[in-house]
């Protein structure tokens, strides 16, 4: 079983509205990553949480939290986003460390911010 | 730095012809190479992977070959469906830390008409 899960796949948001991006694995992965991807273009690293500790953080702004609660799940906090925060949100997770070289992408949640 | 050249699109190629997307990279180190590909309206699914030099990654019907010589991992597909209109995304990955760091080319639009 190779899956990421994230939830919600839609969500339209106000400048004004605190919302969050879901994200689980059941895989035994120890380091989860957070992408932003912007029509017709490859993915850009947000943030990186490794054995459940940020570890990168690629100058994201502030409006954009991560958070780890365990190591199974990562969420992504949204406030006072603006329209151009709209993109597709993918969460990714991999084995950690040295240890398996692939990084399995979830479905997604495409954000609209109005 | 590390960084992958793919292939400009985008793709045109009717049922059953053969399809080679053309992929070089440069790195530091060993990096794994990836196929990623993404259906319109979804994530990014993993198509192939090789860890080292000489490896080939296969997966319906398409393939690859890490060629270190060449720094190439090139796309190939002998007859293409028109379900395997998509964006192909190369990548390779290296340790960053305790996690990976995965670097993309800019993707590459297939459409396969019937």
């Known amino acids: 079983d190779t899956e990421v899960t994230q939830t919600p796949k839609h969500l339209v948001m106000g400048m004004t509205n605190k919302k969050s991006l879901k994200c689980e694995q059941h895989?035994?992965?120890?380091?989860m990553y957070w992408y932003k991807q912007k029509a017709k273009k490859p993915p850009e690293l947000m943030f990186v949480?490794?054995?459940?500790?940020?570890?990168i953080n690629e100058s994201v702004p502030s409006r954009f939290s991560p958070e780890c609660p365990n190591s199974s799940l990562l969420n992504l906090h949204l406030h006072a986003l603006q329209p151009e925060d709209s993109a597709l949100y993918l969460c990714?997770?991999?084995?950690?460390?040295?240890?398996?070289?692939?990084?399995?992408f979830g479905e997604g949640s495409w954000l609209t911010v109005v | 730095g590390n960084s992958v050249t793919q292939m400009e699109g985008p793709v045109t190629l009717s049922e059953e012809a053969f399809l080679t997307i053309n992929c070089t990279y440069t790195?530091?180190?060993?990096?794994?190479l990836f196929w990623y590909v993404q259906y319109p309206g979804e994530g990014l699914q993993l198509l192939l992977k090789?860890?080292?030099?000489?490896d080939k990654g296969s997966n319906k019907g398409f393939e690859a070959t890490y060629r270190k010589e060449t720094t190439s991992f090139h796309l190939e597909k002998g007859s293409v469906q028109v379900s395997d209109s998509a964006v192909y995304f190369c990548?390779?990955?290296?340790?960053?830390?305790?996690?990976?760091?995965?670097?993309f080319g800019s993707g590459t639009q297939l459409t396969v008409l019937p």
């Open positions: 990714a997770s991999s084995l950690g460390g040295a240890e398996g070289n692939t990084i399995y």
């Open positions: 895989m035994g992965h120890r380091a």
């Open positions: 949480y490794s054995y459940e500790k940020l570890s």
């Open positions: 790195a530091t180190g060993y990096p794994s």
């Open positions: 090789a860890t080292k030099a000489d």
């Open positions: 990548a390779l990955s290296v340790v960053s830390g305790s996690a990976r760091q995965l670097t």
